[in-house]
């Protein structure tokens, strides 16, 4: 356990999870699907190790969409109340989740990192300052930290 394990949870309280390391990075999407899927002007998404999240309570209830790359996403939401806490992306599978923020207790502790597919932004969605934005995706070797890029290689090669 470390300390500064940072916790979750569902509308309705029944599902709550821990974080048990900071994520690797937080993207600011604002492409068209996470506009759709959270019925607001982008997705706020904190990556990390599946192995370093840790669900503490609740029932899970899993739906799997398209992705604008051609692959499927799994979001996984609370089976009571049908929050979506956190999603399985193509291309690292069920290794990495992309937890969203707006579930954590305290939203602040992860800011985003880096804002993608702003190309689709809405006009009146404001950027978040001091980040770099990019019109569609990034090289992660030339926005990721060091450290940050050591544990999405170890994921690659694992
Ligand atoms: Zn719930
Ligand atoms: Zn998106």
């Not at 068209?32 to 959270?38: A, F, G, K, Y």
């Not at 840790?54 to 109340?81: K, N, P």
């Not at 193509?90 to 702003?118: E, M, N, Q, T």
């Amino acid at each position: 356990m470390t300390s500064n394990a940072l916790e979750g949870g569902c509308a309705c309280g029944g599902v709550r999870y821990r974080l048990n390391d900071k994520p690797f990075i937080v993207h600011n999407c604002h492409c068209r699907l996470c506009q759709r899927q959270t019925g607001t002007g982008s997705a706020v998404n904190a990556f990390i190790e599946s192995d370093r999240l840790e669900q503490l309570s609740g029932e899970l209830a899993e739906g799997d969409f398209a992705t604008g790359s051609g692959g499927t996403q799994t979001v996984v939401r609370c089976a009571s109340c049908a929050t979506s806490v956190w999603s399985f992306y193509p291309r690292l599978g069920r290794k990495v989740a992309a937890v969203r923020v707006g579930s954590l207790d305290d939203p602040s502790a992860a800011p985003p990192d880096v804002a993608i597919y702003v190309a689709d932004k809405p006009d009146w969605a404001p950027l978040p300052e001091g980040i770099r934005a990019f019109d569609e995706f990034y090289n992660p070797a030339e926005v990721y930290p060091p450290e940050s890029l050591a544990r999405l290689k170890a994921l690659l090669d694992g």
